[in-house]
Every structure is written in C-alpha cells, then in structure tokens.
C-alpha cells in the first residue's frame, strides 16, 4: 500500500469532519435545475469544490504575481543560461535582496 499524499489526508478528513448531505439538503432547493444553457455541474461536486477553495492549505499562502519588468540583456541571458527554473532563481535572488536589506519590502 502506497503512502498518503497530504492531500489524499486532507480530503480524508474534510470526509469525516463535513456534514455533506446536510449541507447538500438545505442548498438543494436553491440549487439550479439547468434549464437553460449548459447543464450544471452537480451539487456535490460545487459543494466540495467551494470548501475546497476555502479551505485548502495550498491555498492560505500568497501566490505569485505576474509581472512585466525591464532587466539589462546580459542579466537575463545569465539567468536563462542556468536552465529551467531561471525564473524562479531571479525570485530567490529578488527575495534574498530584500532579506538583506538591500530592497525594502
């Protein structure tokens, strides 16, 4: 038997700690019957996917914004020539930075 991953544990526990068919019972009734336009997704799987969104783990962090800058071209290609993942050494390096501070944050 293969090991959990952390999110197999906590669906798990959103299983045991979630009362989804009382939950799915008072929506229900509001829930849309599809009528028009594309068929809804079902209840349950809107239900699960909002807490999810609320929920999740992964999701209480910060994510990453997109940004468009203007760098000097040697700076870029030595970042580009370390290989994949050069992105994300410029924003280990950004961040470094501002640990140090050179760049307030």
């Known amino acids: 038997m293969s090991k959990k ?3 197999q544990t906590f669906l798990d526990e959103m299983e045991k700690v979630v009362p989804w068919a009382d939950l799915e019972a008072l929506i229900a009734p509001y829930y849309c019957e599809g009528v028009k336009g594309r068929p809804p997704f079902a209840l349950q799987t809107m239900l699960r996917t ?3 969104q609320q929920c999740s783990p992964c999701l209480t962090r910060q994510w ?3 940004l468009n800058m203007r760098v000097d071209p040697d700076v870029l290609n030595a970042f580009k020539a370390t290989g994949p993942g050069w992105q994300t050494r410029i924003n280990a390096a950004l961040r470094d930075a501002v640990e140090h501070g050179l760049a307030k944050a």
């Open 50 to 52: 909002h807490f999810m």
């Open 5 to 7: 991953t952390r999110k």
């Open 64 to 66: 990453r914004r997109r």
